[in-house]
């Protein structure tokens, strides 16, 4: 049971390439969600997808799209990546018809636009 | 707009020391709050807190909700430089979405 998984684990882009990060999860959770995290900043959320075949637009959506492939997979896309976008990346997890509201992390993808 | 503050951003202590975490939010619909330890890594769950006053623990780590002042306090007594970490406090509305509050980052000092 490997939980949530991320890759790449570190990439570093130039300004205006593109790239897509991959999370997976193998806990059948319906609800996954793409989180960024900037010094001082907390975790900020960028999408969300409550339920396969639905995405929705978080705190920080600009210069990303996302593709719920299936129910373990959700991927995030950046077109045109930009420095701004240097960050850490977090994919998480969780089902929202248990009880607890834990969202269970992946670990990261280290991402540096120069 | 939904808020979620922590202090103090950062912390800086001895072994032994005890500290307290704060934690206060301005979410419409609040459904639960979470706290949870970052190392150099994931966030790993610490404590989900739903009623106010009733203090969860868990060994040397306890926290308890005040849902009338809305706040929260996560407490560690007897630090061990183990504690290092950034401490992330997160509400949770009704709709399921967690807001993150910036962090506190304590450092542990032998």
């Known amino acids: 049971n490997a939980g949530v998984t991320q890759t790449p684990k570190f990439q570093v882009l130039k300004t205006g390439q593109s790239m897509t990060l991959q999370c997976a999860q193998d806990?059948?959770?319906?609800?996954m969600y793409w989180y960024r995290q900037d010094p001082g900043m907390g975790l900020r959320l960028i999408y969300y997808?409550?339920?396969?075949?639905?995405?929705d637009k978080g705190e920080v959506p600009n210069g990303y799209n996302v593709s719920r492939l299936n129910k373990r997979e959700f991927s995030l896309r950046l077109e045109s990546a930009a420095p701004s976008q240097t960050s850490v990346y977090f994919c998480?997890?969780?089902?929202?018809?248990?009880?607890?509201?834990?969202?269970?992390f992946g670990p990261g993808t280290r991402l540096t636009v120069l | 707009e939904d808020k979620v503050v922590q202090s103090p951003l950062s912390l800086v202590v001895h072994e032994g020391d005890t500290v307290t975490l704060n934690c206060s939010y301005e979410?419409?619909?609040?459904?639960?709050l979470l706290w949870y330890k970052q190392e150099k890594k994931a966030p790993t769950f610490l404590f989900m807190l739903?009623?106010?006053?009733i203090e969860k623990k868990s060994g040397r780590l306890s926290s308890i909700l005040d849902k009338k002042e809305l706040f929260s306090i996560l407490n560690i007594t007897a630090t061990q430089t183990g504690d290092s970490a950034i401490y992330l406090c997160?509400?949770?509305?009704?709709?399921?979405?967690?807001?993150f509050g910036q962090g506190t980052e304590l450092s542990v000092k032998p």
């Open positions: 979410v419409t619909n609040f459904r639960s």
């Open positions: 997160a509400v949770v509305n009704q709709g399921g979405k967690l807001i």
């Open positions: 739903t009623s106010s006053g």
């Open positions: 998480a997890s969780n089902d929202r018809q248990q009880p607890t509201d834990t969202q269970y």
């Open positions: 997808s409550a339920s396969e075949g639905t995405t």
């Open positions: 806990m059948n959770h319906n609800s």
